[in-house]
């Protein structure tokens, strides 16, 4: 009798910890998304983030994973791009072989919207030599992102990645 009352109690036991830990996992699961949120809010109010792209979709053509670090830096008033182009240029310098999503500018008509399904969108502008570049950039709270570029000289095209803290690229020498 003894046996069966200690394997039962051993029993539930051993159910109650194993409930205790799916609910463990659920506030884990909670906690991090809390950290995700914090950490990509304030990313946005400092207004001093990156954008690691890790895909890209150009109007016409499938998309391509991008195996290159490409980012664009925002720090506070200056744009910094470094993303690959592929679509149609209705004007573009002559013999030049640069992408025009590679290049550093002031950033005009910053705005910041709270977007309805949780999240943010930002908009800006920015001009490129020539090119009068606008930016959006639809964020989720869990720091996710689409960015969308649309140009006065080219076909726009969108960049999937993530907003993180500014990591200091060694700069070619």
């Known amino acids: 009798m003894k046996q069966i009352l ?3 109690i051993l029993i539930l036991s051993v159910l109650t910890l194993s ?10 699961k909670a906690a991090r ?3 995700q949120l914090a950490q990509t809010k ?13 895909q890209m979709l150009p109007s016409q053509g499938k998309s391509r994973t991008l195996t290159t670090s490409y980012r664009v ?3 506070n008033d200056q744009v910094e791009s470094y993303l690959p182009y592929m679509g149609r240029a209705y004007r ?9 999503m590679t290049f550093k500018a002031e950033i005009k008509d910053f705005t910041v919207e709270d977007w309805k399904k949780g999240g943010w969108i930002i908009k800006f502008s920015a001009k490129n030599k020539s090119d009068n570049l606008d930016f959006t950039f639809t964020i989720s709270d869990t720091g996710s992102a689409t960015l ?3 140009s006065t000289d080219r076909q726009n095209i969108s960049y999937y990645g993530d907003i993180v803290k500014i ?7």
């Open 6 to 8: 200690i394997a039962s």
């Open 19 to 28: 409930a205790q830990e799916k609910m463990s996992r659920k506030e884990k």
């Open 33 to 35: 998304k809390a950290e």
């Open 42 to 54: 304030a990313l946005i109010e400092s207004n001093t983030w990156q954008f690691d792209a890790n």
């Open 73 to 75: 830096v925002v720090n």
């Open 92 to 100: 573009a310098d002559y013999g030049s072989t640069d992408s025009p």
């Open 148 to 150: 969308s570029v649309n």
């Open 167 to 173: 990591t200091e690229v060694k700069e070619k020498e």
